[in-house]
């Protein structure tokens, strides 16, 4: 890659707007930009003490089963759900202010998703059938005892939507008491049968659409879900909790499921979105521009992805899970690196082999290579090393060692040709070489003498001063200066104006900008400890200290 300019390339959504959400993310919810991270002990332990605090909010979207329904009846001919659209549905009862309205389930006769008669909207049947699924679940070994979920309805109108906007986990003795006595007109929602995920733990699979992007983050709880003794809200929250209790992955793997379950799920997703799209479900529930729509699928025993519910959530949420795709679009990966020709293999110029031109390096580790194999001899069939072959009639001297001598070093006249041909051939930069910035400050070794160690010492003509250091810009005091000269009218010390005591004097230039003064006794300068630092500009004009 070359330091080139490349056109940037127009996004549809602001970076800006992207990169200022992740670096505001450092927060208690996500410590770290890692969701679920615990911020400390104590706030850890508070949340396990307190079982009520641990559900968040979580509402569906119920007209998203009567889109399915729309959706996998346009083809009479193929009817079959799982095949046309790579997912199904588990048994899912819409209620409405307590009533309910619609329930949508799977045909075992031809895999179509169909809606039950009027007729069977009655609460004996539900509860029937919800009884012979915990009965059927048992049998197949399933003992975490859950059998449906309670999900409130989302809406655009305050009075439609339940006081209480958590999700709840059931067990068959909670779904008979919830239909029974449970059901009012505050109550509107889903009640749908639970999925028994593939493994051993609660999971749940979010996806949503930033844009033109579907990205996947998969949520599994950290109880297992045959821990009767946890309560049942405890072991199976998943997105529908705090964030704690589960660990959060932004890729899924099932290898029983196959290689492509990612691929297939997102497809699946990616196809859903675009008829949301189609059926203009945002401006249905008048979803602000920050709002996006997110839809929930699961894995059962059988490796077959059902859907569960879709859910609206905010955008910090989606910019969050989509992150890894973002950032890769950023003019700081996708621009140019500056300099990159100085980094190596930054460039694409390389030494050409044309004209007979050989590297200095590759001829003599050719040679190398010649000079070993010729050591070693050849290899039989066999793997095994033959000595080289000698003449019978050569003539040397025992002791003398009858191989041919190295080769002769270049004379001078041949390697200044040799590196007069290789210039035209060295890679050559594309930019202009960078400007170096000066040194902050340089070190100066002196001579090595005693008195010249940078401390006072006494003599005849006065104090030598020997600086050690050169550093710019320069700003000087007076130390020890407490006579009401050096203060102004506030009484505080003023800055040296940067002169010289009118009898010292510069002695000598001991190099790299490093000068040697003669201050004279008792001088009100150097009354305490300092180091002097003094530019070598200043050799032009010693009689100042500026």
Same mark, same amino acid.
């Given at each position: 890659?070359?330091?080139?300019?490349?056109?940037?390339v127009? &996004?549809?959504?602001?970076?800006? @707007?992207v990169?200022?959400?992740?670096?505001?993310?450092?927060? #208690?919810?996500?410590?770290?930009?890692?969701?679920?991270a615990?911020?400390?002990?104590?706030?850890?332990?508070?949340k396990?003490r307190?079982?009520?605090q641990l559900?968040e #909010?979580c509402?569906?979207?119920v007209?998203?089963?009567? &889109?399915l329904?729309?959706?996998?009846? &346009?083809d009479?001919?193929?009817?079959?759900?799982?095949?046309?659209?790579?997912?199904?549905i588990?048994?899912?009862?819409?209620?409405?202010?307590?009533?309910?309205?619609?329930?949508y389930?799977?045909?075992?006769k031809?895999?179509?998703?169909?809606r039950?008669?009027?007729e069977?909207?009655?609460i004996?049947?539900?509860?029937?059938?919800?009884?012979d699924?915990?009965?059927s679940?048992?049998?197949?070994?399933?003992?975490?005892?859950?059998?449906?979920?309670w999900?409130?309805?989302? =809406?655009?109108?305050?009075?439609d939507?339940?006081?209480?906007?958590?999700?709840?986990?059931? =067990?068959?003795?909670?779904?008979r008491?919830?239909?029974?006595? $449970?059901?009012?007109?505050?109550?509107?929602?889903?009640?749908?049968?639970?999925?028994?995920? @593939?493994?051993?733990?609660?999971?749940l699979?979010?996806?949503?659409?930033?844009?033109?992007?579907?990205?996947?983050?998969?949520r599994t709880?950290?109880?297992?879900?045959s821990?009767?003794?946890?309560?049942?809200?405890?072991?199976?929250?998943?997105?529908?909790?705090?964030q704690?209790?589960?660990?959060?992955?932004?890729?899924?793997?099932?290898?029983?499921? $196959?290689?492509?379950?990612?691929?297939?799920?997102? $497809?699946a997703?990616?196809?859903?979105?675009?008829?949301?799209?189609?059926?203009?479900?945002?401006?249905?529930?008048?979803?602000?521009?920050?709002?996006?729509?997110?839809?929930?699928?699961k894995?059962?025993a059988?490796?077959v992805?059902?859907?569960?519910?879709? =859910?609206?959530i905010?955008?910090?949420?989606?910019?969050?899970? #989509?992150?890894?795709k +973002?950032?890769m679009?950023?003019?700081?990966?996708?621009?140019?690196?500056?300099?990159?020709?100085?980094?190596? *293999?930054g460039?694409?110029?390389?030494?050409?082999?044309?004209n $007979?031109?050989?590297?200095?390096?590759?001829?003599?580790?050719?040679?190398?290579?010649?000079?070993?194999?010729a050591?070693l001899?050849?290899?039989?069939?066999?793997?095994t090393?033959?000595?080289?072959?000698?003449?019978?009639?050569?003539?040397? @001297?025992?002791?003398?060692?009858?191989?041919?001598p190295?080769?002769?070093?270049?004379?001078?006249?041949?390697?200044?040709?040799s590196?007069?041909?290789?210039?035209e051939?060295?890679?050559?930069?594309?930019?202009a070489?960078?400007?170096?910035?000066?040194?902050?400050?340089?070190a100066v070794?002196?001579?090595?003498?005693p008195?010249?160690?940078?401390?006072?010492?006494?003599?005849?003509?006065?104090?030598?001063?020997?600086?050690?250091?050169?550093?710019?810009? &320069?700003?000087?005091?007076?130390?020890?200066?407490s006579?009401?000269?050096?203060?102004?009218?506030?009484?505080?010390?003023?800055? =040296?104006t940067?002169?010289?005591?009118?009898?010292?004097?510069?002695?000598?230039? +001991? *190099? +790299?900008?490093?000068?040697?003064?003669?201050?004279?006794?008792?001088?009100?300068?150097?009354?305490?400890?300092c180091?002097v630092?003094?530019?070598?500009?200043w050799?032009?004009?010693?009689?100042?200290?500026?």
């Amino acid at each position: 890659m070359t330091a080139v300019d490349v056109p940037a390339v127009k &996004l549809p959504y602001e970076m800006g @707007h992207v990169r200022q959400v992740l670096d505001s993310a450092r927060d #208690t919810k996500y410590v770290g930009g890692h969701a679920g991270a615990v911020t400390t002990p104590r706030e850890d332990a508070r949340k396990f003490r307190c079982p009520d605090q641990l559900a968040e #909010t979580c509402e569906c979207i119920v007209e998203m089963y009567e &889109l399915l329904w729309r959706w996998g009846n &346009l083809d009479r001919k193929n009817r079959n759900f799982y095949r046309r659209f790579g997912f199904v549905i588990p048994d899912s009862i819409v209620m409405v202010k307590g009533r309910p309205y619609a329930w949508y389930f799977m045909s075992k006769k031809d895999g179509a998703l169909l809606r039950k008669k009027s007729e069977s909207l009655e609460i004996p049947v539900i509860e029937k059938a919800f009884t012979d699924m915990a009965e059927s679940a048992k049998n197949k070994g399933n003992t975490s005892g859950i059998v449906a979920v309670w999900i409130p309805m989302t =809406s655009q109108f305050p009075e439609d939507r339940c006081p209480m906007r958590y999700a709840e986990y059931m =067990s068959i003795t909670d779904v008979r008491n919830f239909l029974k006595s $449970g059901l009012n007109a505050t109550r509107s929602g889903l009640l749908q049968a639970f999925v028994a995920p @593939h493994g051993i733990s609660n999971l749940l699979i979010r996806t949503v659409q930033f844009h033109d992007k579907v990205s996947l983050a998969l949520r599994t709880n950290r109880y297992l879900l045959s821990q009767t003794s946890i309560p049942i809200f405890k072991r199976a929250a998943t997105f529908d909790g705090w964030q704690g209790l589960s660990g959060v992955m932004y890729k899924y793997v099932n290898k029983r499921a $196959g290689d492509d379950i990612e691929e297939r799920i997102i $497809g699946a997703a990616n196809s859903l979105f675009a008829r949301i799209q189609q059926e203009r479900v945002r401006q249905m529930h008048f979803l602000a521009p920050n709002q996006y729509i997110a839809l929930h699928f699961k894995v059962d025993a059988d490796h077959v992805p059902h859907f569960i519910f879709a =859910s609206i959530i905010p955008e910090e949420e989606v910019i969050l899970q #989509t992150k890894e795709k +973002l950032i890769m679009e950023d003019e700081v990966v996708t621009g140019p690196i500056p300099h990159a020709d100085l980094i190596p *293999g930054g460039t694409d110029r390389r030494i050409s082999t044309e004209n $007979g031109y050989e590297p200095p390096m590759t001829a003599r580790r050719r040679l190398l290579e010649e000079q070993e194999q010729a050591e070693l001899g050849e290899v039989d069939e066999n793997g095994t090393t033959m000595e080289p072959l000698r003449l019978v009639t050569a003539h040397y @001297h025992e002791g003398e060692d009858p191989r041919p001598p190295p080769p002769r070093p270049m004379p001078r006249s041949a390697r200044q040709t040799s590196q007069e041909q290789a210039k035209e051939f060295r890679p050559k930069m594309t930019t202009a070489m960078p400007t170096l910035p000066t040194a902050p400050y340089a070190a100066v070794r002196g001579p090595v003498d005693p008195a010249s160690t940078g401390r006072v010492h006494g003599g005849t003509s006065g104090y030598e001063v020997y600086m050690e250091n050169m550093k710019q810009p &320069l700003i000087l005091r007076r130390p020890g200066d407490s006579t009401e000269a050096s203060r102004d009218p506030d009484g505080q010390p003023k800055e =040296s104006t940067g002169e010289l005591p009118p009898d010292a004097h510069v002695t000598g230039d +001991l *190099g +790299l900008g490093a000068l040697q003064i003669s201050v004279p006794r008792g001088c009100r300068y150097l009354e305490s400890r300092c180091d002097v630092l003094v530019p070598a500009s200043w050799s032009d004009n010693p009689e100042s200290f500026g």
